[in-house]
């Protein structure tokens, strides 16, 4: 009988623990879902555009949708970024012409846990998680230095040196950014994730096994 | 006018509008070609496609084409121009920094895509 009180006692006290923690999370969540619309839904959108959204619209946007921020970052990416935040894109977001000038807002510690709270848990609805690892290897780095020479577009690390387009998000520490099953569901599918997007699509083009070497290639970019 | 002839009248008045209120639901959605060439090829061809856009850099090994030079893009034809927006640079055995669009830009705005060069160009 002593024991069975023990058990259940146990049990109790595990259960509110459980509850008390995500009741937490939730809340952190809400708060920063009230932060992130107050100081940054002006220039991100977190719902999904219409189906035949319009380049001119897409043009029209200030910053990259974060819709599904916690399927494509890593765990803790955010939170560290928007306390020192660094910019990915070399131009302003949609301009061919202007050099970002890297004002993104700067967040406390504490703002930035509420809001990568509410980001982490926006996800993609046709993103699989698979278990994709970064690899450097040598059939992504085929078709990414020569089959499709993806640096025309993207920032890359070579050796010391930073070399690479201007035009797309750097690709420079995407070790630490990116979720390599996220690269691969994007690559494999990008309308899933936006009607339009700058970047070509490649779907179809690169066979399932070449996507996934290729995904695993740019996961690993230091 | 008898009572037919009155009914047929009205049903063809009230197809012919709801024809029109629904007629840019019915047809595809077109985007002009500058919007295009502005958006995707602009990138590395230069929003003029003298081919000096962001991605057009001294430390590439290739620099974007000139779309503007009559004396370069006057020598290819309809279907090169055609073949290298599908299928990018490769099709033609030169650079793969030229993507291929097939699976971006509806065919419908290639086309538009091509006129939009060959005006570029004046050739």
Same mark, same amino acid.
């Given at each position: 009988m002593r024991n069975i009180l023990l058990l259940i006692i146990i049990q109790g006290f595990f259960a509110s623990t459980i509850i008390l923690t995500n009741s937490t999370a939730l809340a952190g969540s809400q708060e920063g879902m009230g932060f992130f619309q107050r100081k940054c839904s002006a220039c991100h959108e977190v719902t999904r555009p219409k189906d035949d959204e319009s380049l001119l619209s897409r043009m029209a946007r200030k910053g990259p949708s974060l819709r599904y921020a916690g399927s494509k970052f890593k765990k803790g990416f955010i939170e560290a970024w928007l306390q020192d935040p660094k910019s990915?894109?070399?131009?302003?977001?949609?301009?061919? =012409?202007?050099?970002?000038?890297?004002k993104h807002l700067r967040l406390s510690n504490e703002d930035a846990i509420l809001v990568a709270s509410y980001l982490e848990?926006?996800?993609?609805?046709?993103?699989?998680? =698979?278990?994709l690892s970064p690899k450097d290897n040598l059939r992504g780095k085929q078709i990414f230095?020569?089959?499709? =020479?993806?640096?025309g577009c993207h920032r890359v690390r070579s050796n010391s040196t930073i070399t690479g387009?201007?035009?797309?998000?750097?690709?420079?520490?995407a070790v630490r950014r990116l979720n390599p099953d996220w690269i691969y569901a994007f690559l494999n599918n990008p309308r899933a994730f936006?009607?339009?997007?700058?970047m070509p699509v490649y779907a179809g083009l690169i066979k399932e096994d070449d996507l996934k070497a290729l995904s695993r290639y740019i996961a690993s970019f230091e | 006018m008898n009572m037919f002839r009155l009914l047929t009248l009205l049903t063809i008045a009230i197809s012919l509008v709801v024809f029109v209120l629904n007629f840019s639901k019915l047809m595809p959605n077109v985007t002009d070609a500058k919007v295009n060439f502005r958006y995707y +090829?602009?990138? +590395?061809?230069?929003l003029k496609g003298?081919?000096?856009? *962001?991605?057009?850099?001294?430390?590439?090994p290739v620099d974007p084409r000139d779309l503007t030079d009559a004396s370069a893009i006057g020598k290819l034809s309809d279907n090169d121009i055609l073949r290298v927006i599908r299928e990018?640079?490769?099709? *033609?055995?030169?650079?793969?920094?030229? *993507? *291929?669009f097939t699976k971006t830009i509806p065919e419908i705005e290639i086309m538009y895509l091509k006129d939009y060069i060959r005006d570029l160009c004046k050739c």
């Open positions: 990915i894109r070399p131009l302003v977001y949609s301009s061919l =012409t202007k050099a970002n000038p890297g848990g926006l996800k993609a609805n046709s993103f699989k998680v =698979t278990g230095s020569q089959r499709y =020479t993806c640096y387009g201007l035009s797309g998000p750097s690709l420079v520490g936006r009607p339009v997007g700058a | +090829c602009a990138q +590395c061809h230069g003298k081919g000096n856009g *962001p991605n057009a850099l001294k430390m590439m990018g640079g490769s099709a *033609p055995s030169r650079s793969t920094f030229m *993507p *291929p």
